[in-house]
């Protein structure tokens, strides 16, 4: 959707939008209640994501982007804290849990092209391209995945520890900075130095001589700078680089293969304590995190147009001594269940799940596009298939692992998709991955 500003179309302001609604069905952690009430499973509708995004380009080298949405909302989690009756107070007040999610913002950044990707006078493409932003923004280190685009995911989702620091130091995945970006020959780059936001979070007070004392928790209070940055070398066609966000699959409409690399540094960011007690002084450790990465994307078969999509990435993340993050993707409002006396998981209750810390983790999706052919016409249809290995440093050899499997219908490419997944994670028992629940989604998304 773009309003041109002049003949040429060089000037313009464009506007994009889009919208996942999910419907589905988990099995809950051992123990778990919703609202009070045990519950071995439960159903729900939510909206996953909204964005409403808007970026104009009123010169040849400068652009503005700002991008607003909400995250998150299921019938009993996800809305606007201290709304009284009306929102989400959790056990402060007698409020619906998940009405009136907050609007914010995702980006808002400036950026100026010094070298740009084309030359304005001549038309001809540049070997080397330069660019530099300011803001809150998306132009990430460590991985692709870690710049997911989430209106063309291959899987409905991502496995979130491609976000080692989602609404802890960063705001959804952003920070606040100054980013460089360009074209380097074959080679695609983004390199940028942020400021973390805040987090103060306390070391816990644990009875004398428990290891859990040497447990790292996220708090930045000396505001320590970061830097990241991430680089990919391009083997076929080039991708778009306008915006920061990287494409799941391209649905046969690209030939793509890269392999990437990059990282994520910034001192001080979490701490424990030098002895076991609420006074003992703070030992401070740096957040260090890298990864490697390969990306394809193959369509074949001639005008059937077939099409291969594989992804790959290995994390290696280092962020203190035992340092561990339970999470999952709209938990309900859980509690213990009342009276049960069975083992749980040491991730809690819901659907949560070991996902980020101290530790390495690997990643691979694949995914087959079928021939056109099947229904002659816009239709597609796409299987895939997901796989992930952890070990974390608290948790020693032990591995954690989880699988998915499903498929999209493409009505219109990622302009108008259904996907269904279903999707396993594991219970924690004694250190070590006991079993497996699982959930079964069906998403639908729009997308302008």
Do not use: C
Not at 98 to 103: I, W
Not at 227 to 256: D, S
Not at 373 to 388: A, D, H, P, V
């Amino acid at each position: 959707m773009t309003i041109k500003l002049d003949s040429s179309g060089k000037k313009y302001i464009r506007f994009m939008t889009w919208g996942t609604f999910w419907a589905r069905q988990t099995a809950a952690n051992p123990g778990t209640a919703i609202n009070g009430v045990p519950k071995a499973s439960w159903s729900d509708f939510s909206l996953r994501q909204f964005r409403f995004v808007t970026y104009s380009q009123l010169s040849p080298r400068y652009l503005i982007l700002a991008d607003i949405g909400i995250d998150n909302q299921a019938f009993s989690t996800g809305g606007a804290a201290g709304g009284g009756n009306t929102g989400n107070g959790g056990q402060t007040f007698a409020g619906t849990l998940g009405k009136k999610p907050e609007l914010y913002l995702h980006d808002l950044w400036n950026e100026y092209a010094i070298i740009p990707d084309k030359d304005p006078n001549t038309g001809r493409n540049n070997k080397a391209s330069l660019y530099v932003g300011t803001g809150l923004h998306y132009w990430n280190g460590i991985s692709r995945l870690t710049s997911a685009g989430s209106a063309n995911y291959l899987a409905v989702d991502v496995p979130l520890y491609n976000w080692p620091l989602v609404d802890l130091s960063d705001q959804f995945a952003r920070q606040l900075g100054v980013y460089f970006k360009g074209n380097l020959g074959p080679v695609s780059y983004r390199w940028a130095v942020n400021k973390p936001f805040t987090v103060l979070s306390s070391p816990a007070a644990f009875p004398h001589g428990s290891r859990d004392s040497s447990f790292a928790v996220d708090n930045n209070a000396t505001g320590k700078i970061a830097t990241t940055g991430y680089a990919t070398w391009q083997f076929f066609e080039k991708e778009n680089n306008l915006l920061p966000y990287f494409t799941g699959t391209y649905v046969g409409t690209k030939k793509v293969f890269n392999i990437g690399a990059g990282y994520y540094s910034s001192a001080e960011g979490t701490v424990t304590q030098a002895a076991n007690s609420a006074s003992s002084a703070l030992i401070r450790h740096a957040i260090n995190l890298w990864s490697v990465d390969a990306f394809a994307d193959l369509p074949f078969g001639g005008k059937e147009n077939w099409a291969f999509t594989g992804y790959s990435v290995f994390y290696h993340y280092d962020f203190g001594p035992n340092y561990l993050r339970y999470g999952s993707i709209m938990n309900e409002n859980v509690s213990a269940a009342p009276n049960y006396n069975g083992s749980t998981s040491q991730a809690g209750f819901g659907n949560a799940a070991p996902i980020i810390g101290t530790g390495t983790s690997w990643f691979t999706q694949i995914g087959l596009l079928l021939p056109k052919t099947i229904l002659n016409g816009k239709t597609r249809f796409q299987t895939f298939g997901e796989y992930s290995r952890q070990k974390f440093d608290r948790f020693g050899n032990a591995s954690f692992t989880y699988w998915s499997a499903g498929g999209n219908i493409y009505l219109d490419g990622h302009h108008a998709r259904i996907s269904l997944k279903y999707q396993t994670r594991p219970i924690v028992v004694a250190d070590r991955q006991e079993s497996s629940k699982g959930s079964f989604i069906i998403a639908t998304q729009i997308y302008l």
